[in-house]
């Protein structure tokens, strides 16, 4: 059955006209960037569509010291683009390659991941702690905030549409990993966690933590992140970190899994993936 | 009979390239002229009287032809189980309940010009409800003063429903009491299984609409057309030959279509209007709204003497079949019939089982028929008794299974809401098959070894199971079988082919009696008008009643086939002739003709006659298939997360007459086994409802989730059986939740008592045990 | 609203409504194969290719893909002229009751337009979002494997 109650469907050139349109219903219009959003959520109150497929945002490119990835770029195109295989050694697109399904691979768009749905998500998870900024087209033009911003001032952001995101090269020398957990292999993650680091002769110097655990669809860890500065990547640690993952992270409690299991898990997965960089750093973890 | 030309050969399925083509044609693939969709309301309450309903506004809407409730439908209380007449199922149901027993429950429908004009429409419909205390734990179903969720006086056939009770059974064979005093050993433990669903891909589907005559013709996604018909006649109060049943291509069933589920609604609207009715249910509905497997809490004790050898068991069952009864007895008749015969040695056996009402999903029927959960108790309480006394696992089952020649006096005690009939095994490789699988998975390297990878521990288990072939003296099934000019014949029959193969196997069946090529056989089945009588695609029935009818049609089309050579020939004695490679051979004379020189005579030239043959099929025996599974894991005793590595399942379902369908079989139920076992449950919240009626929360295994299954077929012959085959179909979902359970206990020493083993569950268990 | 599609190499046009979903205009016109169920994008009957691509067309709004290369599997092949695919698939057991059918073999094919030798765990990437209840995809698996091989085959019998 159709999706309900859209009765108009708009197709514009720019970015401009796009926001346009979408101020002009008043709350009663969405923007399509792959069309699952729209499809998923059937929601009644949506009255007219307006698809960006005619404004492109769907390039990889790098830019001097960035990687800017196209809100539209669907998650398949930036696992197997080589521009993006290349950002941090492929240690980004390496988490992310069996999310969810082939389907929705070829359908989810990195924009529309990063939007808050009642669910947590590997993209969004993975780009706020690998310190991604969005590009936004708002109101007052074109701006560019860190998505840690995005999400602390999301109701003041979410009538902008999203045009990209940017990752910056400085990190590329940096440690990153990213664990889940799903039911079955093609699962929406119940939690998730991701964390990148850089390490200065065995000792953490800087290093931004976000997890899919409370808040949909991520949250920043920031206590994490101060705990860890300034420690040696060592077995200590990464037991020590665990169990103050375990204790403290906030978590939601569902119907599915609960908030205690999923914090639980989330400690679990951040001493692993300190271990599994401590090993590769040779650091005899 | 010469050789073997059609059995054992893995014939292509005669279906597939229509299928991969997209040709093969569904039930919703036509469309009808003048249309009208139905959709339904579904109460949002667990227990609710319907005070007032007021359908004005609904009505009123444009494209609305009609909505029906309670106040204008046919009131005939029945059963929806799509079984046998007088169904062994209580008659508790009514099109439209005045009283609502679930959430899911169905309150109205409309019937409209479009799916979004009848959605709207259920909007407008208003509905006064009086909400009623509910029952929402089989435990409190019993219980003094709990609420009567069937007090309707026209109810029929339950045991006892003002005490929620569905039915009941009670089988005693000896005195468990009195043999468990002189066991040298003995385990108790009680075991649950969870409300889960095989969830079909095909959601159920519905058209009908009156043929030129006035007759009303339904074609549906079902496994049971003539129950329908029968069960649809009787809910619209008209005579059973005004209905027509068609069974087009079907999308799978699992049993959640041995149901009579939007069958009467739609025909009910296609009578009232006389225009094509569609309803289809959306996967919500297909898992709130349809039928799914019953939960049991399975309390199993069982004693061994000094040498280990089984003295008795005991098993004692509360299921819940859910709002309504269908299929609540005869369900819970196979938990023991199916399992308990396995330990024949047994001098004092056990069997009890209340089977009550509650205020939640109504369980139906779903592969495996009780049986996956009297194997996912037993087969772990035989374990830890194996544990108990110090011996291999596989060991303790070779000293215990049921032997050819041998029999179970629970045949004949424990029948499907009668009593049972006196089977004798006559086939049995279970020694093979325990061999052979515990070979292949390694059995004797890996056991007890709790490999260790990190926080990751290996556990190998294993399961011994038996189903069976068809109800005995219960199920029927008929064929006709009509040859045609060129040497080929058309095969009719009810034989109720959901994807199985069934008619694939049917007519390798009769090509081998025939002498020809399976594609020389056309089959046409599951139409009420043009075929004959089936009951239907349950209880493993395809091959060994379909199969047989159609075996039996063939043999008699054979003698024909002879009688007019032998006139042909002028030979007298037909005895010498054999009918092989599309001819027909005197081995006296040497002489021959062509099948299709046969027919033409027949038909065309002298003594005209058609050459055609029924036959009906009902069995005294239902041999059972037996099986060996080995399930290797790997759980992390960090997160409690499972991974199935390895699995084998070794059966022996007599002559595989086409192995390769044999082999899907197995695939496919083991696979449907694993979400049993692991993640597949039903989640309610506290007012009954279900909160993860979609596959986004309702989880079943994708093609990245599969472990490597490895069938064994070990073959032997089934006297009893066409060309010496038993069934195949449901036994291999009894294996991986006993065997998955008891590689849990191999590899970290716990065993958590509920289904499915979630990571959540299997770590808390972890933590409890330090 | 009107809306152009190229479906299977022939040019559609259809009258379609601005909510509709690609599954539903394409049940709507006729093109049976292409299956529908959850509604959800997640067990993968509706499975269609969209320039090659595959997708869910349950969650694909049939206006966003005005003039799109749609493909379904009668695009691949029919019972006088099959796919290697569709006929690997016949030919190792793959299909029981054929209703995830069609979108399994779809999803195959695009895996093999861009990997004609794809590994094992490659192929159950690839069809993942192909829900299957009947067959626990062993046969599946084994028929896209056994496929790539033949389309090899047959693409140097081709150069030969």
Redesign the interface.
């Known amino acids: 059955m159709r999706i309900s109650g859209i009765e108009e469907c708009y197709r514009p050139d720019t970015l401009e006209e796009a926001l346009r349109i979408l101020h002009a219903h008043e709350g009663e219009a969405a923007v399509v960037g792959g069309g699952l959003g729209i499809a998923a959520a059937n929601d009644d109150n949506v009255k007219a569509l307006i698809f960006l497929d005619g404004i492109g945002l769907k390039d990889i490119t790098e830019n001097g010291n960035e990687v800017r990835i196209g809100s539209r770029v669907p998650l398949n195109e930036l696992i197997h683009s080589g521009t993006a295989k290349n950002y941090m050694g492929g240690q980004l697109t390496g988490v992310l390659k069996g999310v969810s399904t082939e389907l929705i691979r070829n359908q989810m768009t990195i924009g529309g991941a990063l939007i808050p749905d009642r669910r947590f998500s590997d993209i969004a998870t993975a780009l706020l702690a690998a310190r991604a900024d969005v590009v936004i087209f708002g109101e007052n033009g074109q701006s560019r905030i860190s998505l840690d911003d995005f999400y602390g001032r999301f109701e003041a952001v979410k009538g902008a549409i999203i045009k990209g995101i940017c990752l910056n090269k400085d990190y590329s020398s940096y440690n990153f990993g990213m664990e889940r957990f799903v039911r079955t292999a093609t699962d929406s993650p119940l939690v998730n966690i991701a964390i990148m680091f850089k390490t200065e002769g065995n000792v953490i110097r800087d290093v931004s933590i976000a997890a899919g655990c409370g808040k949909s669809p991520t949250e920043r860890f920031g206590e994490g992140e101060d705990f860890l500065r300034g420690r040696s990547l060592d077995e200590k640690t990464a037991g020590e970190f665990s169990a103050y993952v375990e204790q403290n992270l906030n978590a939601s409690d569902d119907y599915r899994i609960s908030g205690e299991y999923r914090r639980h898990l989330a400690g679990v997965f951040a001493g692993r993936i300190l271990r599994r960089a401590g090993v590769k750093d040779g650091s005899g973890l | 009979m010469t050789g073997r030309r059609s059995i054992g050969i893995?014939e292509?399925?005669r279906?597939?390239?229509?299928?991969?083509?997209?040709?093969?044609?569904?039930t919703?693939?036509?469309s009808l002229d003048n249309m009208l969709h139905i959709k339904m309301m579904y109460s949002p309450y667990p227990h609710a009287l319907i005070e007032e309903i007021d359908t004005s506004k609904a009505e009123a809407y444009p494209g609305v032809a009609m909505v029906l409730t309670n106040k204008n439908t046919p009131r005939v209380i029945h059963t929806t189980a799509g079984q046998g007449w007088p169904e062994p199922s209580p008659y508790d149901s009514y099109m439209f309940n005045g009283k609502m027993r679930f959430v899911g429950d169905r309150v109205a429908a409309v019937a409209a010009d479009s799916?979004?004009a009848a959605?709207e429409a259920l909007k407008l419909i208003d509905v006064k409800y009086k909400i009623l205390p509910a029952v929402l734990d089989a435990h409190d179903a019993m219980k003094e003063n709990a609420p009567v969720i069937h007090d309707e006086p026209e109810i029929t056939g339950a045991y006892d429903p003002k005490r929620n009770i569905a039915a009941k059974i009670e089988m005693k064979v000896g005195d468990v009491g009195e043999e468990f005093k002189k066991s040298a050993y003995t385990v108790e433990d009680t075991i649950s299984t969870q409300y889960m669903q095989?969830?079909?891909?095909?959601?159920h589907v519905t058209i009908t609409c009156l043929d030129e005559y006035g007759r009303i013709v339904i074609r549906t996604s079902t496994q049971v057309p003539f129950h329908v018909r029968r069960i649809v006649a009787q809910v619209l109060e008209i005579p059973v030959k005004n209905v027509r049943v068609i069974k087009p291509?079907?999308?799978?069933g699992?049993g959640t279509k041995q149901e009579i589920i939007l069958e009467d609604v739609c025909a009910y609207v296609t009578l009232k209007t006389g225009r094509p009715a569609r309803a289809i249910c959306?996967?919500k509905e297909e898992l709130m709204s349809t039928r799914t497997r019953h939960p049991m809490e399975i309390t199993v004790k069982i004693g061994a003497d000094r040498g280990g050898i089984v003295n008795a068991v005991s098993m004692h069952v509360l299921s819940n079949t859910g709002a309504y009864g269908s299929h609540g007895l005869t369900v819970a008749s196979n938990t023991g019939s199916k399992s308990l015969p396995l330990y024949n040695k047994a001098k004092a056996i056990e069997y009890m089982a209340d089977i009550v009402y509650t205020n939640l999903p109504v369980s139906g029927a779903n592969r495996g028929y009780g049986a996956p959960q009297a194997y996912a108790a037993l087969e772990q309480v035989t374990d830890e008794l194996a544990y108990k006394m110090g011996m291999d696992p596989v060991e303790f089952r070779r000293k215990n299974h049921i032997r050819e020649g041998e029999t179970s006096p629970v045949f004949k005690a424990l029948g499907e809401g009668k009593e049972g009939v006196e089977q004798i095994i006559r086939s049995c490789a279970m020694d093979e098959l325990l061999d052979r699988g515990a070979k292949e998975i390694g059995w004797h390297e890996k056991h007890g070894e709790h490999i260790r990878n990190g926080s990751k521990v290996r556990g190998i288990g294993m399961a011994m199971l038996m189903q069976g072939s068809a109800i005995a003296m219960v199920d029927m099934g008929a064929a006709t079988l009509k040859m045609n000019e060129d040497g080929s014949f058309n095969l009719l029959y009810g034989g109720t082919d959901?994807?199985?193969?069934l008619d694939t196997v049917a007519s390798q069946i009769v090509a081998e009696t025939l002498g020809v090529r399976p594609e020389d056989i056309i089959v046409y089945a599951s139409d009420t008008d043009l075929t004959p009588f089936d009951v239907g695609a349950y209880a493993s029935s395809g091959l060994y009643i379909s199969g047989s009818a159609a075996w039996k049609a063939a043999m008699s089309v054979r003698e024909q086939i002879i009688d007019v050579a032998k006139e042909m020939l002028g030979e007298i004695d037909g005895k010498d002739f054999v009918l092989e490679g599309g001819r027909v051979i005197s081995r006296s004379s040497g002489k021959s003709l062509s099948l299709s020189e046969i027919a033409c005579n027949s038909l065309y030239v002298d003594n005209l006659h058609q050459i055609i043959a029924s036959a009906s099929m009902v069995s005294p025996y239902s041999p059972p298939p037996f099986a060996a599974h080995f399930a290797e894991i790997e759980v992390d005793e960090?997160?409690g997360?499972i991974k199935p590595i390895k699995y084998v399942a070794a059966m022996d379902c007599g002559q595989a007459i086409n192995p390769?369908?044999v082999?899907?079989q197995?695939?496919?139920?083991?696979?449907?086994g694993l979400g049993y076992a692991l993640?597949e449950e039903y989640?309610f919240?506290k007012s009954g409802k279900m909160?993860?009626g979609?596959?986004?929360?309702y989880?079943?295994?994708?093609?990245?989730?599969?472990p490597e299954?490895v069938p064994i077929l070990a073959e032997t012959y089934e006297p009893t059986g066409p060309y010496g085959a038993k069934s195949a179909a449901e036994i291999n979902i009894n294996g991986p939740a006993p065997a998955i359970a008891n590689a849990l206990y191999d590899a970290l020493g716990i065993r958590i008592k509920d289904f499915p083993l979630?990571?959540?569950k299997v770590?808390r268990e972890i933590k409890r045990k330090r | 609203m009107e809306a152009v599609y190229r479906i299977n190499g022939k040019e559609k046009r259809f009258d379609i409504s601005p909510g509709d979903r690609l599954l539903d205009v394409l049940k709507d016109n006729g093109y049976m194969e292409v299956k529908g169920d959850c509604y959800e994008g997640l067990c993968g009957a509706c499975t269609v290719l969209i320039d090659n691509i595959p997708y869910a067309s349950c969650m694909v709004p049939a206006a966003g893909v005005c003039g799109a290369k749609i493909t379904t599997v009668k695009g691949l092949g029919d019972i006088t002229n099959p796919h290697l695919i569709q006929q690997a698939f016949v030919k190792y057991g793959a299909v029981q009751c054929g209703y995830c059918t069609p979108g399994q073999i779809l999803s195959a094919y695009a895996l093999l337009l861009r990997d004609p030798d794809p590994s094992e765990e490659d192929i159950r990437m690839a069809l993942d979002g192909n829900l299957c209840r009947c067959s626990g995809y062993a046969q599946q698996v084994a028929a896209v494997k056994m496929a790539a091989e033949m389309m090899r085959e047959a693409e140097n019998d081709d150069r030969a």
């Open positions: 893995n292509e399925k279906d597939a390239m229509s299928l991969v083509t997209g040709q093969a044609v569904f919703d693939d036509i799916e979004e959605c095989i969830t079909p891909i095909e959601p291509r079907t999308g799978g699992f959306s996967r959901l994807g199985t193969g960090e997160t997360i390769e369908l082999k899907g197995v695939y496919g139920a083991v696979s449907e993640t989640i919240d909160l993860n979609s596959f986004a929360d989880k079943i295994f994708s093609a990245r989730d599969m299954i979630t990571p959540e770590l």
